[in-house]
Each structure stands twice: as structure tokens, then as C-alpha cells.
């Protein structure tokens, strides 16, 4: 099986930076696409920011110009660099990722949430 480990939420005031990292772990073949979606109190989940194989990358309009996502494909870690977060940012951020566990067998697998507090 495949574990995605989160890390690097908290509390930051607006204005401020977090930096959040995800780590596959366990049977992965190869990781097609990584990624971070956010859910808020009592809205849906959210796309944030994906990045493939190929290093392509998608965000949110909401994101742009704020948020970075890397990815380190020899460690199979990604990353979600944010900065100047506003308090519309809070939400429990989750990993996610599209992985072949062998050449024909491919799954989606969510981490377990980080939670992103912008306060003051």
C-alpha cells in the first residue's frame, strides 16, 4: 500500500508564510500526478494546486501569484510553498496523489489533512 505523510501547517497571520510537504511512501511504481486541496468549515473540497510527472502545473485562480508547488521526484515529496495567506486561506489542506502501483494498477490516495490557520 501507499502512506502519504503531511507537514508544516500552523497558525500565521495574514500577510505571512507557511510551507506544507507531503511524503509517498511504500508500493509506488510511479507517481503521475501530486497534489493539495483544501476544505474550509462547512464548504467542499477544494483543488488548490496539482503538479504532474511532467512538471506541469494547475492552481486555483484563488492561488495564483501566491502559491508555489514543487515537487522532489526522487524523494516522491511534494511541496506547496504559500505566501502572502489571507485569512480565507484557513482550511485543512490535504496531499493527494495519483499513483501506478504497478504498470497496470493506478489509485488515488489522500493524506490525512494538515490544518492552515490565518489569523491575527
Known amino acids: 500500500q501507499v502512506q502519504l505523510v503531511e507537514s508544516g501547517g500552523g497558525l500565521v497571520q495574514p500577510g505571512g508564510s507557511l510551507r506544507l510537504s507531503c511524503a509517498a511512501s511504500?508500493?509506488?511504481?510511479?507517481?503521475?500526478?501530486m497534489g493539495w486541496y483544501r476544505q474550509a468549515p462547512g464548504k467542499q473540497r477544494e483543488l488548490v494546486a496539482v503538479?504532474?510527472?511532467?512538471?506541469?502545473?494547475n492552481y486555483a485562480d484563488s492561488v495564483k501569484g501566491r502559491f508555489t508547488i514543487s515537487r522532489d521526484t526522487g524523494k516522491n515529496t511534494v511541496h506547496l510553498e504559500m505566501n502572502s495567506l489571507k485569512p480565507e486561506d484557513t482550511a485543512v489542506y490535504y496531499c493527494?496523489?495519483?499513483?501506478?502501483?504497478?504498470?497496470?494498477?493506478?489509485?488515488?490516495?489522500w493524506g490525512q489533512g494538515t490544518q492552515v490557520t490565518v489569523s491575527s
Open positions: 503538479i504532474r510527472s511532467g512538471a506541469s502545473t
Open positions: 511504500g508500493r509506488i511504481f510511479n507517481i503521475n500526478v
Open positions: 493527494n496523489a495519483n499513483i501506478n502501483t504497478t504498470p497496470w494498477a493506478m489509485y488515488d490516495y
